[in-house]
Structures are given as structure tokens and as C-alpha cells.
T-cell receptor
Framework: NAGVTQTPKFQVLKTGQSMTLQCAQDMNHNSMYWYRQDPGMGLRLIYYSASEGTTDKGEVPNGYNVSRLNKREFSLRLESAAPSQTSVYFC??????????????FGPGTRLTVL | DAKTTQPNSMESNEEEPVHLPCNHSTISGTDYIHWYRQLPSQGPEYVIHGLTSNVNNRMASLAIAEDRKSSTLILHRATLRDAAVYYCILRPTGNQFYFGTGTSLTVIP
């Protein structure tokens, strides 16, 4: 199993450009999450999807949109990138509601710089 | 969102035990205590979790105070590969994890 994969690994954008970060998991998990991590900080939840077909806002959703494409894939879109969105983005997944308070599995991260 | 308080940094000598403390005085009765760690340039990885009783697994032990307002992650013999940021997280019966800034552990050879 590859676990949680993210593409791209690195990206540089100019202010105002748009892009989509891709995330996929092959563990048949129901719930998926997007976090951002700024330098020297902990992770902050942007959006999550408790199950296929549902999405909810986390702590810092402004400037982002998400799509739960199917059970495996959860994408994060920046419609108009801003320098404040320079960060490392992590995708994660868990088995999901009703299946125990089990661990989150994280991807390797996408390092995004907005100039 | 439930909050935790951890020291910013700690040091340990290699092959000695490490006790990483966490305060969570506002914990509710249904909050699980989770620990994750993040190695340099990697995503976080699960270490251990518990509710009321002490827990052991191959990576670490989790000691939970009787009043549940604090807990301690115990690494029995620190190795250089244990150098990481350790996060103590309260997980309510929902879908959201709230990460703080964690404790940066330095292991001295």
C-alpha cells in the first residue's frame, strides 16, 4: 500500500494564480483531511470530509475550496493564491466515524510558495 | 476546541528514558488523548492514544493522570531517530484534531 499520496511535492505560484493540490489514499478510509503548517507552527485544519459526499470547514478555510472526488481522492483548490498561503500542506485520512477513534495517516506534504 | 499545553523543547541523552509532559486541564469526559510526532520534513505519524488508563505499545507508553488533566508520553530508550516534534492532542468524539505547537525533542548522542 502506498498509504496517502500527495501531488505535487513542491509548487511556486505567483499571487493571483490558481492551483489544485491532489491527495489520494488506498486504505479504504472514509474520512480525509487537509491541513496547513506554517514555519515553526503546528498543523491547522483547513477542511475535512467525514465521508464520501460530505465536506466541512475546519479552523482556517478562507481562500480554499475542496472536492471529495470519490472515496479515494480529496483535492484542495486555491482559486487566487496569496503570499499568506505560503505553507506546507498535508493531507491525512482515517477510517472514519463509527469505526473507532483511530489514527490519522498523513501524506508527505506539498511545499507551496506564493510570490 | 480543547487545548493542550506542552513545553516548547526538551533534550535527552541517547538511550535514556524521556518523559514528555502535556497539560489539558479543560479536557472533557469523552476526549481521547492522542500523541503524534513529526520527524523533520515529514508528515506527522501516530504514536499512541488513550482515554483513562495507561497505555503501552511498541513505540511508547502513555501515562494519564487520575483526574485526566495531564498526561505524559514516555519513550523508554531515546534514540537519535526519536528526535522530532511531539504533539499532544485532544480528540473529541468527532472528526477534528487540533494540533498545538508541540515539544521539539533533541536527542544528544
Amino acid at each position: 500500500n502506498a498509504g496517502v499520496t500527495q501531488t505535487p511535492k513542491f509548487q511556486v505560484l505567483k499571487t493571483g494564480q490558481s492551483m489544485t493540490l491532489q491527495c489520494a489514499q488506498d486504505m479504504n478510509h472514509n474520512s480525509m483531511y487537509w491541513y496547513r503548517q506554517d514555519p515553526g507552527m503546528g498543523l491547522r485544519l483547513i477542511y475535512y470530509s467525514a465521508s464520501e459526499g460530505t465536506t466541512d470547514k475546519g479552523e482556517v478555510p478562507n481562500g480554499y475550496n475542496v472536492s471529495r472526488l470519490n472515496k479515494r481522492e480529496f483535492s484542495l483548490r486555491l482559486e487566487s493564491a496569496a503570499p499568506s498561503q505560503t505553507s506546507v500542506y498535508f493531507c491525512a485520512s482515517t477510517k472514519g466515524p463509527g469505526q473507532g477513534l483511530n489514527e490519522q495517516f498523513f501524506g508527505p506534504g506539498t511545499r507551496l510558495t506564493v510570490l | 476546541d480543547a487545548k493542550t499545553t506542552q513545553p516548547n523543547s526538551m533534550e535527552s541523552n541517547e538511550e535514556e528514558p524521556v518523559h514528555l509532559p502535556c497539560n489539558h486541564s479543560t479536557i472533557s469526559g469523552t476526549d481521547y488523548i492522542h500523541w503524534y510526532r513529526q520527524l523533520p520534513s515529514q508528515g506527522p505519524e501516530y504514536v499512541i492514544h488513550g482515554l483513562t488508563s495507561n497505555v503501552n505499545n511498541r513505540m511508547a507508553s502513555l501515562a494519564i493522570a487520575e483526574d485526566r488533566k495531564s498526561s505524559t508520553l514516555i519513550l523508554h530508550r531515546a534514540t537519535l531517530r526519536d528526535a522530532a516534534v511531539y504533539y499532544c492532542i485532544l480528540r473529541p468524539t468527532g472528526n477534528q484534531f487540533y494540533f498545538g505547537t508541540g515539544t521539539s525533542l533533541t536527542v544528544i548522542p
